[in-house]
């Protein structure tokens, strides 16, 4: 089986190449991040792989070694009366006056057949000693192939393992580096500036496990205007399409909301009909919609005109129905498919 183990100077590349990247490429580390994912994810299956067919090969041999046991034990009931007859002829002379009769020359029917009975007995002892060595051999060679398979099972599962930790902390640093770049662009991660399981953008799939308005507050990560989050991905998505359009205004994005739980879309809903989704089908409700001010909610403003031409590169865009049905040019929506092929 071919090794796994990624080679210690691409290990040296790679976290060289995470600790000098600029801290405002989040969606670089982003990938980076899923990438060792991934990478993670392959290896341990491929370790469960490894253990299944581990389990298979041992069963098998089992089975061989129960059926060697069970013949040994067949055989053993075989060849003890045998022996004990053979053990019986040479305590008694052959025939009732022995073997002189024999010598003699005087030897009967009966004394002839005794012989060859002996001689019978004795051929068919020795054929299952003979036997027995010869399965005692194949018992030796299974156990020591048995004993040869097991250790390299578990040099190979040791391996396995040593290179699946390897992946993890490869996979926590990166995580750790895209967090401290987060904190540094503003993002209250939380008071002591830990990472937060919501800013994981390995966790952000598990979002979509929850019903729409109802992520909890723990799989969500603040956006850099106080008061809003989205779905880990999104907001590293944002925070960098942020810092672009802070280097082209000179001001961040002016956000109005962000996630919506099912209680806020209700309200909304209700407060704005025909300007709001049905509660618990609105983008807003799963992290992955908000809705902007500071000129962008002016249709053809500078500013609109430079997110429709740029937000696309961080994997937001203004949906088709928000030009006309109805008419929303405040609101903008995240796709993660868009995101992955840039």
């Keep these: 089986m071919a090794s796994l183990f990624v080679p210690s100077a691409v290990q040296a590349q790679a976290r060289t190449q995470v600790e000098r990247r600029d ?3 989040l969606a670089e580390l982003r990938k980076e991040a899923e990438k060792s994912a991934k990478e993670l994810e392959d290896a341990t299956k491929a370790l469960e792989k490894r253990r299944a067919t581990i389990a298979a090969s041992e069963k098998e041999l089992k089975t061989k070694l129960n059926g060697l046991q069970d013949l040994e034990r067949r055989l053993a009931v075989i060849r003890q009366p045998v022996s004990q007859l053979a053990e019986l002829l040479y305590e008694q002379p052959v025939g009732a ?9 005087d030897a009967g029917v009966g004394t002839l057949r005794a012989l060859s009975d002996s001689t019978e007995m004795v051929r068919v002892r020795q054929q299952a000693v003979e036997q027995t060595s010869t399965l005692y051999k194949e018992a030796e060679r299974l156990a020591a192939e048995a004993q040869e398979l097991r250790a390299g099972n578990l040099l190979a599962e040791a391996q396995m393992a040593a290179e699946i930790d390897t992946l993890r902390q490869r996979s926590d640093k990166i995580v750790k580096s895209l967090t401290a770049a987060l904190v540094k662009l503003g993002i209250k991660i939380d008071k002591v500036g830990r990472a937060a399981l919501g800013c994981n953008p390995l966790q952000a799939a598990t979002a979509n496990n929850y019903p729409n308005g109802l992520i909890p507050k723990s799989m969500l990560c603040p956006l850099q205007q106080k008061g809003f989050s989205l779905r880990a991905d999104a907001t590293i998505a944002f925070v960098s399409l942020n810092e672009a359009y802070r280097r082209r205004f000179g ?5 109005t909301d962000a996630y919506r739980s099912l209680a806020e879309q209700q309200s909304v809903y209700y407060r704005r009909p025909g300007f ?3 509660p618990g089908r609105s983008n807003h409700g799963l992290g992955l919609a908000v809705d902007l001010c500071g000129g962008v909610e002016r249709f053809r403003s500078t500013e609109f005109v430079w997110m429709e031409k740029n937000s696309k590169r961080y994997g937001w865009f203004h ?6 049905s ?15 092929q840039l």
């Design 326 to 340: 109805p008419f929303e040019p405040w609101h903008w929506e995240y796709d993660p498919k868009i995101d992955s």
């Design 23 to 25: 801290p405002s490429n």
């Design 276 to 278: 709001a989704a049905v």
């Design 251 to 255: 001001k961040a994005i002016c956000v």
């Design 319 to 324: 949906p088709a129905w928000a030009y006309s």
């Design 97 to 105: 006056d022995g073997v002189v009769p024999f010598l003699s020359g």
